[in-house]
């Protein structure tokens, strides 16, 4: 028993880790722009697109790694540059919906380029040798890549918060998060701010998509759509606009998620006596593969108990306020 | 220094402002004084860059401004401190501060005037590590003028630094507008409490719904009978 | 007298229309019969998106999720008795013994009653999401009518026993042809016309602007965007019934994003409040898209309408973003009526 909640807590929290990445880019757009951006999910897809296609080409490691972080990231400032920039200041809603639509062109678009260089829809990921296998930890066996997305979650999520807190950049975007106009009458050029934070969340993207692409062990144009809703569930969770916040509810959302999954396995695991043998039964005929499925409903249900009481999220914090 | 010309600013189809023109000369303190809504908070985020006009000209030394994002006009020397504060409260005083400073390179200059902020308002140095939205509504004013000293401007735009202080506040706030003044930082001073606006000003403006209504000294202003009974009343 | 006149131009729209009509279901062209039927669904789905989301302003991306239910439900309701038997054999007895396949005469009036029956139990459902969503605002309720439309399809992929699960529905009766989409599009169009002219449309109107200042002059914010909500639902389970008994065959899938993105562009494009921008924004991008198919039938170019469909939405958002018409409507009934008299 204490072997599985151990191998599923350290699930929960390499899940944790890639929702956290993906929502913290999310929760720094939506910080300082007021933007949902719903492209988010298809800068991951098409990291993994070009580590893909880096690999292929037989290219090291470590050069895959940076064509995926700098491509992903020119699609990133891309994106903000012609779809974002010329409707600042536009209806929330106009802002999401244009984020729909670059969904669509970034879909699309690699959907085309798969077809023109003859490849087929769903492509098999070739997984980099680091990330494959198991490792021992005494009698607990954990697949090396949960071990790496934790790791490598971890080591971002510090690095990123000490630039969010150490560096004048990091400050400018803090303060741009709180009140633009305030940040701009600071002498803040609010454009290299924004830029930086698509920059930042891209990179992270990149590195969550790598992630995925090797957990699903395969690619296709649309893998980006339900992590972005599951990255937007996290930071809304946490309290949206706040990168903490952001990093906390990915953390919650993996562990929601690995508990609704493995709930199911629990009729088989509770030790024998534990539970009367009706309840064990009734644990068993209810509770299988059915809750899995579901999973993705009870993620929605939580989202949206949570916009509706919780608005601000589970860290409580004010909504700001706006000079006009 | 500073020159408006025939301003006009539109919020969407509402037109906020109408053939405002101004100066202020290097050195002055020119104060704005009219009733709520008449339009001054809009003039200076015209001249700060926050709002475009959509006719006229601004402009700073000679030169035009009137189309630059804000980020530059500070690069000028003109800083804004703006109406209600606007302080970040989720981040430190001293990280305030700093901001204040964000376009400056130069490293011990910043600690100077730094320093000096400190020395003008003692109680930020106290409350520097604490989060700013903590601070009571007269220190987060402090801050917010400490702040926009930061950048070592040339021009200094305040709006409304009166706004929910008490007396004791007010009158040693005042005095500080004055120290400014007299350390030659040119001063464009909105105010709705002309009592006080007119007691340190050279000269003075009175705006009512977007437009300019009078000009004059701050004397004449003050003997001005309209000015007396409707700004001046008790 | 000027009431014939008023009236005179609307009639003479739908005359022409009936001629058309008419002269398409005599040619037996199936491909362009294809298209009308298809322009017509896609027409009901903009009009109902524009009554829920057009004149309030609040956007639901969850429509699509009532459209899969109408489907859904009606498609179970109409399959004949054995068929039934045989491709849903799990279903609960109540609804096993139902089979709305009968006629009244010529008329498939089974079709009828559970084209109705669905959407009306649809509108029960959306009355309780509305009641649950409607507290949310601006972006928030957007996602969270997203988080819908997933729940949904969700349900079906698991719901086998009703569904059939991520399988193929199909056997489904083609009782949808040219006469049935129409005439409901006429009837959509007719009623969210109204609703827009009423107090209630006018109350949604000034709630677009402004909720909070709506809201202080007295206008209560609840009831007409609610009312729009479940009316908007109804009308797009009628689209999805329209649609499952029109192809045939279908998955959860097909009832999804994409789907959800083809109906938003073409309310954005005619325009978001006017129910004449929809209707030319719906035959605008349908052409298109239909064009572009081609092309890319042709071309092999896959992939590539969608995307000149997602750009031609961003020029529209970032340079036009009321689209064509914005809140304007065509006044038919000005056609025939000399001078400057008002429309009713």
Redesign the interface.
């Known amino acids: 028993m204490l072997l599985y909640v151990t191998q599923q807590f350290v699930n929960a929290l390499s899940l944790g880790s890639l929702y956290a990445l993906m929502a913290v880019g999310l929760a720094m757009v939506f910080g300082i722009l007021r933007l949902i951006n719903f492209a988010h999910g298809d800068l991951m897809m098409v990291a993994a697109y070009f580590a893909a296609f880096a690999l292929f080409a037989n290219l090291p490691l470590g050069l895959a790694l940076v064509l995926m972080i700098g491509g992903t990231m020119g699609v990133g400032l891309l994106m903000e540059r012609v779809a974002y920039r010329p409707i600042r200041g536009a209806p929330d809603v106009a802002a999401l919906l244009t984020s729909f639509a670059v969904g669509q062109i970034l879909q699309n678009g690699t959907l085309l380029f798969t077809r023109l260089i003859q490849k087929p829809i769903q492509i098999a990921f070739p997984s980099p040798e680091l990330l494959n296998g198991v490792i021992a930890f005494g009698p607990v066996t954990v697949p090396r890549l949960n071990i790496v997305s934790l790791v490598t979650g971890v080591i971002l999520l510090v690095l990123l918060s000490l630039f969010v807190t150490r560096t004048?950049l990091g400050?400018?975007m803090?303060?741009a998060a709180?009140?633009l106009?305030?940040?701009?009458?600071?002498?803040?050029?609010?454009n290299r701010v924004i830029a930086t934070a698509f920059a930042i969340g891209s990179g992270l993207a990149a590195v969550a998509g790598l992630l995925f692409a090797v957990q699903a062990g395969q690619i296709n144009p649309y893998m980006g759509f339900t992590p972005v809703l599951k990255a937007f569930i996290a930071a809304v969770i946490g309290g949206f606009g706040s990168i903490a916040g952001a990093v906390v509810g990915g953390y919650v959302l993996g562990g929601l998620e690995v508990f609704l999954t493995a709930i199911p396995g629990i009729g088989d695991i509770l030790p024998v006596g534990f539970v009367s043998p009706e309840v064990q039964a009734f644990l068993k005929q209810w509770l299988p593969a059915s809750l899995t499925s579901y999973r993705d409903a009870f993620v929605f249900v939580a989202l949206i108990l949570v916009l509706l009481f919780r608005p601000n999220g589970i860290l409580r914090r004010?909504e700001r306020?706006e000079?006009? | 220094m500073l020159e408006l010309h025939d301003v006009e600013v539109y919020?969407g189809s509402i037109r906020a402002l109408k053939d405002v023109s101004l100066a202020v000369a290097e050195g002055e303190l020119v104060t704005l004084i009219g009733s709520n809504g008449a339009g001054k908070s809009t003039t200076l985020k015209a001249i700060?860059?926050?709002l475009r006009p959509r006719v006229g000209r601004v402009q700073y030394r000679g030169q035009p401004i009137d189309r630059l994002?804000?980020?530059q006009i500070?690069?000028l020397g003109i800083?804004?401190c703006?109406e209600?504060r606007?302080?970040?409260?989720?981040?430190t005083v001293a990280?305030n501060l700093?901001?204040?400073a964000?376009?400056r390179r130069d490293p011990d200059g910043i600690r100077q005037d730094r320093e000096r902020v400190y020395e003008l308002f003692p109680v930020l140095k106290e409350r520097s590590r604490q989060l700013a939205g903590t601070l009571s509504g007269g220190e987060q004013q402090m801050l917010a003028i400490g702040?926009a000293l930061m950048?070592r401007p040339k021009l200094l735009l305040l709006d409304e630094p009166s706004l929910g202080l008490a007396p004791l506040l007010l009158a040693a706030i005042f005095d500080t507008i004055q120290q400014l003044k007299r350390a030659g930082t040119t001063i464009l001073l909105v105010e709705q409490n002309a009592r006080l606006a007119l007691e340190i000003a050279d000269r003075g403006y009175v705006m009512e719904t977007g437009r300019i209504t009078l000009a004059g000294t701050a004397a004449e202003l003050k003997a001005n009978p309209q000015v007396e009974h409707t700004y001046l009343g008790t | 007298m000027t009431d014939l006149r008023r009236a005179a131009g609307p009639l003479a729209a739908i005359l022409g229309l009936v001629i058309v009509l008419a002269l398409l279901q005599a040619s037996g062209l199936a491909y362009w019969q294809g298209l009308f039927i298809n322009l017509g669904i896609f027409l009901i789905l903009v009009l109902s998106l524009n009554l829920s989301s057009g004149f309030t302003g609040v956007f639901s991306l969850g429509h699509i999720g009532f459209m899969a239910l109408g489907a859904y439900g009606s498609a179970i309701l109409t399959l004949p008795l054995r068929e039934k038997q045989e491709y849903l054999p799990n279903l609960p007895a109540g609804l096993a013994g139902v089979h709305f396949d009968f006629h009244l005469g010529p008329f498939p009036l089974g079709f009828l009653l559970a084209t109705l029956v669905a959407a009306v139990l649809v509108a029960l459902v959306a009355l309780l999401v509305g009641l649950v969503l409607m507290r949310l605002s601006g972006h928030f309720v957007a996602v969270a009518t997203l988080g819908f439309l997933v729940i949904v399809r969700v349900i079906l992929f698991n719901a086998d026993h009703f569904t059939r699960g991520s399988r193929t529905f199909s056997n489904v009766t083609p009782y949808t042809d040219l006469w049935w989409v129409w005439a409901w599009a006429l009837v959509v169009l007719y009623v969210v016309r109204r609703i827009k002219r009423s107090p209630f449309g006018r109350a949604m109107l000034a709630q677009r602007e402004d909720r909070w200042a709506a809201q202080s002059i007295g206008i209560a914010v609840m009831p007409p965007r609610l009312l729009a909500f479940v009316v908007s639902a109804f009308f797009t389970a009628v689209a999805g019934s329209l649609y499952a008994h029109f192809i045939t065959s279908f998955s959860p899938t097909v009832f999804y994003f994409d789907l959800t993105f083809r109906v938003i562009t073409m309310l954005v494009v005619g325009g978001m409040g006017s129910v004449s921008g929809s209707v030319i924004g719906t035959v605008l991008v349908v052409g298109l898209a239909e064009a572009l198919r081609r092309i890319e039938d042709a071309t092999l170019l896959y992939g590539m309408s969608q995307i000149i469909l997602a750009v031609i939405f961003i020029l529209i958002i970032v340079f036009r973003r009321e689209g064509l018409l914005g809140q304007r409507e065509i006044a038919l009934d000005r056609l025939f009526v000399k001078g400057g008299e008002p429309p009713s």
């Open positions: 004048t400050l400018s803090r303060a709180e009140d106009s305030a940040a701009q009458l600071m002498g803040i050029d609010i004010r306020e000079m006009q | 919020y700060s860059g926050l994002p804000p980020h500070v690069a800083s804004h703006p209600g606007h302080i970040f409260g989720r981040l990280e700093r901001l204040g964000v376009q702040r950048s």
